[in-house]
């Protein structure tokens, strides 16, 4: 990332490095888990919240990224080390732990202090993005460069809000969230307009009203 003049591929490497540290990819099924038995208004004020804190906690570390660096004396690969090993602890615990509902650290916890930890962080800004994002606060070369990364940021970031406001008319059913009811072998297909396959425990999605969307997570 190390750039003095704005190139297409550097737009496009800052874009996908982005997309993948604070995109909603990660933190999709655990919001839903998480906010299942909310009603809609409580979905949108932990969603709001998440996002908020999100967008507060990476605009710092694209500002102050550099200086905190300095400050604490570490260096960018270490940097890299320590987000790479936090990221492999997260995918190993989602893909062998219990659902995010059942775990101990979440069941019985306020939703909006979830919001914070893990919903914010680490999961929608997770260790690729924090380590993305004080890379370019310390290798930005110019003030052209930095805006372009800060408006790549932003673009993400809306990103963002189009897919969890779409994920507050999501219904998450099944073992967080009530009875999975299967799909029927005679259902035509197309009255399915999307099938969620994830790996792990059942769940279904209902977009409002009835077909009920089986997946797996």
């Known amino acids: 990332m190390d750039q003095t003049s704005i190139t297409a591929a550097s737009a496009i490497d800052t874009f996908l490095i982005l997309l993948i540290g604070i995109g909603p990819k990660l933190a999709l099924v655990p919001f839903l888990t998480i906010t299942a038995s909310l009603d809609p208004a409580a979905r949108q004020q932990v969603q709001r919240k998440m996002l908020t804190i999100a967008a507060t906690v990476a605009l710092i570390l694209m500002v102050l ?10 260096s ?17 615990g989602m893909a062998l732990g219990p659902p ?11 939703p909006m202090q979830l919001a ?3 919903l914010a962080v680490p999961y929608l800004l997770n260790p690729v993005g924090i380590v993305s994002l004080v890379t370019i606060s310390a290798e930005a070369k110019s003030l052209s460069v930095f805006a372009m990364e800060l408006g790549i940021l932003a673009i993400i ?4 809000a189009v897919v969890f406001h779409w994920a507050n008319r999501v219904r998450l ?19 399915l307009p999307a099938v969620a396959v994830f790996g792990g425990a059942d769940f279904c999605f209902a977009l409002g009203k009835p077909p009920v969307l089986v997946g797996r997570y």
Do not use: M, N
């Open 65 to 74: 990224g550099e200086l905190l660096r300095t400050l604490l004396h570490f």
């Open 76 to 92: 960018i690969g270490s940097l890299s080390i320590a987000g790479g090993v936090i990221l492999l602890v997260l995918a190993v």
């Open 100 to 110: 995010a509902s059942t775990s101990p650290h979440i069941a019985g916890k306020d």
């Open 116 to 118: 914070h930890y893990p």
């Open 157 to 160: 970031l809306l990103i963002d």
């Open 173 to 191: 059913t099944g073992p967080a969230g009530g009875t999975c009811h299967p799909r029927q072998p005679e259902t035509p297909e197309a009255t």
